[in-house]
């Protein structure tokens, strides 16, 4: 499951238009602007919907995370795109998600493919991408698509990216009150105090995460600083300890229609005893007893601890999929 929590552009940005490259006539790129979440959503939910998902996972939550992360600035690092008549065609965006790594997503709206809209965009996200990554000695730039999109995957296979993960996205629908289940001998679940238990839980995120495929060691200070700055609510959280000892966690937050499950997490030294699927269980009832009643996840379709597994015992089903495409080195595909 990957961080998606940021911080909004303070006040939003002023319109502009900026240069077009290799446009159909009466195209144009400029900048998004905060009324533009609803559209830009409908947009992702026509494309994902277009490639085989079964749910638009990736909603207008999604975005206000997006555009909510720290250092992501609306006026340089997204573009929307619109037709003659001023309809919302395409959109993408650049993240740097460590210093030598800049993550890409872009999407076309199902109409409007064939049109060269695509092939514009991602130059206008390599563009950026390689500004970002100036002077970096080894440089790497990911881009996103959603499983399923052919011409997406022979566009990129053309610029010199290749395909390194599979992800998908998971969804529970829960009606009426939950069973939060049993929890294992020993094992106590319950909410937390941010005062005191935020140490803990950073800790056993990166013990937990530490040999995850992707993931980065993080700060204390800055996870709470892209905490803080991120529309969460702890409230929602759980922790599992072990005779007071804490060993695994379920961070997650809600938006409007869905609650998404974060992070999980269990140290290596309790796993097996099911101390995962009794956080889920619990989450779930927490969740219903409060009317959320759909909740998703993102997972590593690859990932060594069995969590799509588990994720499938509790009860979630598979969405919507989605890949990550690399590549590597300074030089810019033409």
């Known amino acids: 499951m ?23 006539d009466g195209f144009t790129f400029r900048e998004p602007a905060p009324d533009d979440l609803g559209p ?12 085989g998902a079964t749910e638009a996972a990736l909603d207008a939550d999604f975005i ?4 909510s992360r720290t250092g992501f600035d609306l006026t340089t690092d997204a573009w929307i795109l619109t037709d003659r008549a001023g309809t919302i065609a395409a959109y993408g965006q650049v993240d740097r998600e460590e210093p030598d790594l800049i993550e890409s997503w872009g999407v076309v709206h199902p109409e409007y493919r ?60 829960l009606a009426g009150p939950t069973d939060p289940g049993s929890t294992p001998a020993g094992i106590e679940i319950d909410g937390i105090d941010p005062d005191e238990d935020l140490p803990a839980i950073h800790a056993i995120l990166e013990e937990a995460f530490a040999d995850d495929w992707g993931d980065h060691p993080e700060p204390f200070d800055g996870w709470i600083d892209e905490l803080a700055s991120s529309p ?18 379920l961070t997650a937050r809600s938006g409007d229609e869905v609650v998404w ?27 219903a007893a409060r009317g959320l009643h759909r909740v998703r996840l993102n997972v590593d ?34």
């Open 261 to 287: 499950v974060n992070w999980l997490a269990v140290l290596a030294s309790h796993r097996g005893r099911g101390i995962g699927a009794a956080l889920l269980r619990r989450s779930f009832a927490s969740f």
């Open 2 to 24: 990957g961080r998606v929590s940021r911080r909004p552009n303070p006040g939003g940005s002023r319109r502009r238009t900026l240069p077009v490259m290799d446009l159909p």
């Open 40 to 51: 830009v959503a409908d947009v992702l939910a026509a494309e994902q919907l277009a490639n």
């Open 64 to 67: 206000r995370q997006v555009w």
């Open 114 to 173: 064939g049109w060269g809209v695509g092939s514009s965009l991602l130059d206008r996200i390599e563009t950026r991408a390689t500004e970002l990554l100036d002077g970096v000695p080894s440089p790497r730039f990911r881009h996103a698509i959603t499983a399923g999109d052919a011409a997406a995957a022979m566009m990129l296979g053309r610029r010199g990216l290749r395909p390194v993960r599979h992800f998908s996205h998971m969804q529970i629908d």
């Open 232 to 249: 969460n609510d702890v409230s929602l959280w759980l922790l599992a300890r072990d005779q007071g000892i804490p060993v695994g966690v």
């Open 301 to 334: 379709a690859e990932n060594a601890t069995g969590a799509t597994a588990l994720y499938e015992r509790v009860g979630m089903r598979v969405v919507n999929r989605w890949d990550l495409w690399e590549r590597t080195g300074a030089d810019r595909a033409t």
